[in-house]
């Protein structure tokens, strides 16, 4: 009898993968063709950096709730054009490739994309959007999410650099070492 209760525990738990992996790869495929048929505003083709610092600094000046926790005032960050690089490489290969994640086409990771860049980090960030017109629908669409916010309001990073590239944006934070 033990047995068979553990080959029925055995079958249960199998049944149980393989619906939660179809139901994975069904969350999948719908969004990608919800992205696919979406029509996303687009990016500027050039970017205020001066607006992308002055945004991003006022949330960590003042101090910010992200999903009712409250994260207080941190430093704030100043513009670093390796990081800008790191985030327009990946817009770019977003495009190019047409999809919307943290890993590069190839599999790559924003480590991969820091050194790259030659971008000797102690700390790093990374926060992605699609479908914004302005810098202002960007920032405050991330100061909305809470795992974006956090990312924002994280007192160990000290640059930025911002990207967009048509309808994907990516911010990457870093402390150089």
Same mark, same amino acid.
């Given at each position: 009898?033990?047995?068979?209760?553990?080959?029925?525990?055995?079958?249960?738990?199998?049944?149980?993968?393989?619906?939660?992996?179809?139901?994975? /790869?069904?969350?999948?495929?719908?969004?990608?063709?919800?992205?696919?048929? =979406?029509?996303?505003?687009?990016?500027?083709?050039?970017?205020?950096?001066?607006?992308?610092?002055?945004?991003?600094?006022?949330?960590? #000046?003042?101090?910010?709730?992200?999903? +009712?926790?409250?994260?207080?005032?941190? =430093?704030?960050?100043?513009?670093?054009?390796?990081?800008?690089?790191?985030?327009?490489?990946? /817009?770019?290969?977003?495009?190019?490739?047409?999809?919307?994640?943290?890993?590069?086409?190839? +599999?790559?990771?924003?480590?991969?994309?820091?050194?790259?860049?030659?971008?000797?980090?102690?700390?790093?960030?990374?926060?992605?959007?699609?479908?914004?017109?302005?810098?202002?629908?960007?920032?405050?669409?991330?100061?909305?999410?809470?795992?974006?916010?956090?990312?924002?309001? /994280?007192?160990?990073?000290?640059?930025? +650099?911002?990207?967009?590239?048509?309808?994907?944006?990516?911010?990457?934070? +870093? =402390?150089? #070492?």
């Amino acid at each position: 009898m033990l047995t068979f209760n553990r080959l029925i525990f055995s079958m249960k738990r199998r049944k149980l993968l393989f619906v939660s992996c179809l139901a994975i /790869c069904a969350f999948v495929l719908f969004s990608g063709l919800y992205y696919q048929n =979406k029509n996303y505003a687009k990016a500027p083709v050039t970017l205020n950096k001066t607006e992308l610092l002055r945004l991003v600094n006022q949330a960590r #000046k003042s101090g910010c709730h992200c999903d +009712g926790v409250y994260y207080p005032p941190v =430093k704030e960050v100043v513009w670093n054009n390796k990081l800008e690089t790191a985030a327009k490489n990946h /817009c770019v290969d977003m495009q190019k490739h047409n999809f919307f994640s943290h890993k590069s086409s190839n +599999g790559g990771t924003i480590v991969g994309r820091l050194n790259k860049v030659d971008y000797n980090w102690l700390a790093f960030g990374e926060n992605i959007a699609l479908g914004f017109k302005t810098e202002k629908e960007v920032v405050n669409s991330w100061l909305k999410s809470p795992t974006h916010c956090k990312t924002i309001m /994280c007192g160990d990073f000290t640059e930025m +650099g911002i990207a967009a590239s048509d309808i994907y944006w990516v911010q990457v934070f +870093g =402390k150089p #070492k």
